[in-house]
C-alpha cells in the first residue's frame, strides 16, 4: 500500500506540475491585436522574432477583410491556439462566417492554424505548387520537430490541411460584392508564392515575414 501511494502521490505532482506549466504559459501569451487598416480590412502583425514555445510561433503576419457576405483571412499563423486568437479578433469586430483563407505560402507559420479555420467552415485557397510541399518528407519532418519545439501549442492533434481549392493563374474571389484578386508572383519566397489584392479597399497582402518588413519600414498593407 505504501509503495501504491508513493506512486500515486508521484503521478498527481507531475499532473500538478504539468497543470501549472499549462497554466503559466497561457498567463504569458504574446500580444495578438488586430489593427484596422482601411475600411472592414484588418491586420495582425507578427513578431521579430524565431518560433518558439514561448511566443506560439507567432513570427508571421496575418490579415481578414470582411464583407457583407463574410470574411477572407489571409494566413492562418503558426499554431492553433493562434488561429484561434485571431477568429476572436474576428468575433471581436463582426459575426459574419469565415468563407475563405488564402494561403500565401505553405511554410509552417503561416499554415498550422489552418485547421481552426477548416473546423469553422472555411474554405482554404493556395498555390497548386504547394501541393509537393505539403506532401513531402520536409513538410512531415518539420511537423515532427514543431511538436517538440513549439509544444504545447503545435502537438500531436496539429495537422497539415491541404487546400480545397488550388490555382495555377491569376484567380479573382468576390464576396459581398469586395473583389479578392489573388496572384502567383514565385518563385521567389517559395515556389508558391501569392499575393492578394482588394481593389476596393487598395490593400495588397503579400507573404513577407515582420523582420523583413521591419528592416525595410514597411507593413505588409
Given at each position: 500500500m505504501n509503495g501504491l501511494g508513493t506512486w500515486g502521490r508521484t503521478i498527481a505532482g507531475l499532473c500538478l506540475a504539468v497543470a501549472a506549466s499549462w497554466a503559466g504559459a497561457q498567463s504569458s501569451q504574446p500580444p495578438l491585436k488586430a489593427?484596422?487598416?482601411?475600411?472592414?480590412?484588418?491586420?495582425?502583425?507578427?513578431?521579430?522574432?524565431?518560433?518558439?514555445?514561448?511566443?506560439?510561433?507567432?513570427?508571421?503576419?496575418?490579415?481578414?477583410?470582411?464583407?457583407?457576405?463574410?470574411?477572407?483571412?489571409?494566413?492562418?499563423?503558426?499554431?492553433?491556439?493562434?488561429?484561434?486568437?485571431?477568429?476572436?479578433?474576428?468575433?471581436?469586430?463582426?459575426?459574419?462566417?469565415?468563407?475563405?483563407v488564402v494561403v500565401t505560402h505553405y511554410h509552417a507559420d503561416h499554415i498550422y492554424g489552418l485547421q481552426v479555420f477548416k473546423s469553422a467552415g472555411a474554405q482554404i485557397l493556395a498555390h497548386e505548387r504547394a501541393r509537393e510541399y505539403l506532401n513531402s518528407d520536409t513538410a512531415a519532418l518539420r511537423l515532427k520537430a514543431s511538436r517538440q519545439d513549439l509544444w504545447?501549442?503545435?502537438?500531436?492533434?496539429?495537422?497539415?490541411?491541404?487546400?480545397?481549392?488550388?490555382?495555377?493563374?491569376?484567380?479573382?474571389?468576390?464576396?459581398?460584392?469586395?473583389?479578392?484578386?489573388?496572384?502567383?508572383?514565385?518563385?521567389?519566397?517559395?515556389?508558391?508564392?501569392?499575393?492578394?489584392?482588394v481593389p476596393q479597399r487598395r490593400v495588397l497582402r503579400s507573404e513577407e515575414h515582420t523582420s523583413e518588413l521591419q528592416s525595410r519600414g514597411l507593413i505588409s498593407y
Open positions: 489593427r484596422q487598416v482601411a475600411d472592414g480590412t484588418f491586420m495582425v502583425q507578427g513578431l521579430a522574432e524565431l518560433g518558439s514555445s514561448a511566443n506560439q510561433n507567432f513570427i508571421s503576419n496575418s490579415g481578414f477583410v470582411i464583407t457583407s457576405e463574410g470574411v477572407v483571412v489571409v494566413d492562418a499563423l503558426g499554431s492553433p491556439e493562434l488561429a484561434r486568437r485571431l477568429l476572436g479578433e474576428i468575433r471581436q469586430v463582426t459575426q459574419q462566417p469565415v468563407r475563405w504545447p501549442w503545435v502537438d500531436d492533434q496539429t495537422k497539415l490541411v491541404p487546400a480545397d481549392r488550388w490555382i495555377q493563374k491569376t484567380e479573382t474571389l468576390r464576396l459581398g460584392g469586395v473583389d479578392f484578386i489573388v496572384e502567383p508572383v514565385g518563385p521567389a519566397h517559395t515556389a508558391e508564392d501569392l499575393v492578394m489584392y
